[in-house]
């Protein structure tokens, strides 16, 4: 049984910095891509940034060069490094797992697929 754990959320002023944590079980011998979704009050559900078993990354437009994504496979660890945060990245933020998902599928894949599993979410609000 897949289960991820999230961590990190909080509340910052825009220009600053938070990293959220997601701890992740399960998932031995599986093939998968990890990622982190997020929503904002009355918008749809987004992809903010995914990570392959092999370090590949990709982002969203909106956070590429602000935002870091990274895995520490041997803690069963997954990060989001969010840095000079803008009050439109205030979101409930998701971290993902996309089972037997390849990198390409993870990004394009419907987010209400039964392949995906999900975190509690974490809250991440930016004040102007």
């Known amino acids: 049984q897949v289960r991820l754990t999230e961590s990190g959320g909080g509340s910052v002023q825009s220009g600053g910095s938070l990293r959220l944590s997601c701890a992740s079980s399960g998932t031995a011998n599986m093939r998968y891509s990890m990622g982190w979704f997020r929503q904002a009050p009355g918008k749809e559900r987004e992809r903010v940034a995914a990570?392959?078993?092999?370090?590949?990354?990709r982002y969203v437009d909106s956070v590429q060069g602000r935002f870091t994504i990274s895995q520490d496979s041997g803690k069963n660890m997954l990060y989001l490094q969010m840095s000079d945060l803008k009050p439109e990245d205030t979101a409930m933020y998701y971290c993902t797992l996309g089972a037997r998902m390849d990198l390409p599928e993870w990004w394009t894949t419907h987010w209400t697929a039964k392949a995906y599993y999900w975190g509690q979410g974490t809250q991440v609000d930016v004040s102007s």
């Open positions: 990570i392959d078993r092999d370090g590949r990354t």
